[in-house]
């Protein structure tokens, strides 16, 4: 089945710089690559998705790439602020209508430092 | 739109006792998962329903978990008997048919003593 692997486990930076988040997948049938941000105690929110047909995607401050060839993908993250602090968690999924078995990465937990 | 809901929201129970937890979807969401998520770690998928049938429950430990979706719209899911290894967040989520995105619930903290 379908493996995420995900990097770093945390990451802190500086309110202000850029963050990224690298994960890779193992089934290249996968197709749908969504991003949560979990804060403390709180529900996973979407973020950011991208699919399989697109290279890049980008929602003001955020934006994922995607490698097919190389099965991985990136969240990036720039002009970092506080409430940027939090758990991400990448994911992966494939079908060919909508409801998906999602495969989550083990979580990245980002601190902005002011 | 109301988003998913979910109760209680924190239990306490002794091993070997019986829990359940109950998922209310966004309306109109045919697909509705249960999640477990550890300390630490990306949730994993428990089971899948699309309306009343659940089509992947492959990672569901039958021996003590078991979900129900009666009317196709709200869910339980039930631990009997609890172990110590079973505290941890269970999260539901749903997606509309057809749907890619899944919207989540904010999950019931189980604390097994």
């Known amino acids: 089945g379908e493996n995420v692997e995900q990097h770093p486990s945390t990451l802190s930076v500086q309110e202000g710089d850029s963050a990224v988040i690298k994960c890779t997948y193992s089934?290249?049938?996968?197709?749908?690559f969504p991003w949560y941000k979990q804060e403390l105690g709180k529900r996973p929110q979407l973020i950011i998705d991208?699919?399989?047909?697109?290279g890049e995607k980008k929602d003001q401050r955020i934006a994922v790439t995607l490698n097919k060839t190389a099965k991985h993908f990136s969240l990036h993250i720039t002009e970092t602020q506080p409430e940027d602090s939090a758990v991400y968690f990448c994911?992966?999924?494939?079908?060919?209508?909508?409801?998906?078995?999602?495969?989550f990465g083990q979580g990245t937990r980002l601190t902005i430092n002011p | 739109e109301a988003g998913v809901v979910q109760s209680p929201r924190y239990k306490i129970i002794e091993k070997k006792q019986p829990v359940a937890f109950w998922c209310n979807p966004i309306?109109?969401?045919?697909?509705l998962y249960w999640y477990l998520q550890n300390l630490g770690q990306g949730p994993e998928l428990l089971i899948r329903?699309?309306?009343?049938?659940?089509?992947?429950d492959s990672q569901l430990p039958k021996d003590r978990f078991s979900a129900e979706r009666l009317k196709g719209v709200d869910s339980t899911l039930k631990i009997q008997p609890a172990e110590l290894g079973d505290s941890a967040v269970y999260l539901c989520?749903?997606?509309?048919?057809?749907?890619?995105?899944?919207?989540f619930g904010p999950g019931t903290r189980l604390l097994v003593l």
């Open positions: 991208i699919r399989s047909n697109v």
């Open positions: 989520a749903s997606s509309s048919f057809g749907g890619e995105t899944q919207y």
């Open positions: 994911a992966a999924s494939k079908g060919i209508q909508g409801a998906q078995k999602l495969v």
């Open positions: 089934d290249s049938a996968s197709n749908y």
């Open positions: 329903y699309e309306n009343e049938e659940a089509v992947d």
């Open positions: 309306s109109g969401h045919n697909t």
